[in-house]
């Protein structure tokens, strides 16, 4: 039985590659593309590059990156693989942002999906509070706090503060009785019968 060609000449460049250098094509009689697919990425990138320009959009221009290396399209740097994160399932096995970009990434989102909050409405939200937390007045707000049963936002804490309302459980009742407390008012309850206490007026 007689062997195939071995080799195959691209209809752009004329070069006679092996035919390993060719994208399979069925349509084809012999089952691969016209071109080769170094010839074929040039032509897809410069089809993208007029396209993108018609339209009036940016074109990014191809960035030399160095071996061990990746540059992030978000920050727009080129930086060495130890600033990024593994991605296994990623064509490079890195993952598409850099570590800086990533994480400020995963803050938007998180405040987006958990408050309905941009970056933007929380900075005007702590505007609004003069930059200080809403409860102590001290200390710069960090933590979005909202309404468990609501789920609407009531502003922006500090650490500290965000942390006494959760340990309250947002009763308004028992926060009362803890500045009573602090402020040197006894509210001790009254055991009136097995089990029962009364709390004082």
């Known amino acids: 039985m007689a062997e195939g060609p071995k080799a195959k000449e691209c209809g752009k460049c004329g070069r006679s590659l092996p035919l390993a250098a060719f994208a399979r094509d069925r349509n084809r009689r012999d089952g691969l593309q016209v071109y080769c697919r170094e010839c074929v990425a040039e032509c897809g990138a410069a089809h993208y590059r007029r396209r993108r320009e018609a339209e009036g959009k940016a074109v ?7 071996v061990g290396h ?68 001290a200390a710069p707000p960090a933590h979005v706090d909202h309404s468990h049963e609501t789920g609407r936002v009531r502003g922006v804490l500090c650490f500290s503060c965000n942390a006494a309302l959760g340990q309250f459980k947002d009763q308004p009742e028992v926060i009362r009785r803890a500045a009573a407390y602090v402020e040197g008012n006894v509210w001790k309850p009254t055991l009136v019968a097995p089990g029962v206490y009364q709390l004082p007026s």
Do not use: F
């Open 70 to 137: 990746k540059r992030c399209p978000q920050c727009r740097e080129v930086k060495p693989h130890s600033e990024w994160e593994r991605n296994t399932s990623s064509s490079d096995g890195w993952a598409s942002h850099c570590r800086p970009c990533r994480a400020g990434r995963n803050r938007a989102g998180c405040l987006k999906r958990a408050y309905g909050l941009t970056e933007t409405e929380r900075d005007l939200l702590i505007a609004s509070q003069g930059g200080v937390c809403c409860i102590c007045l």
């Open 60 to 66: 990014r221009q191809k960035v030399a990156v160095p």
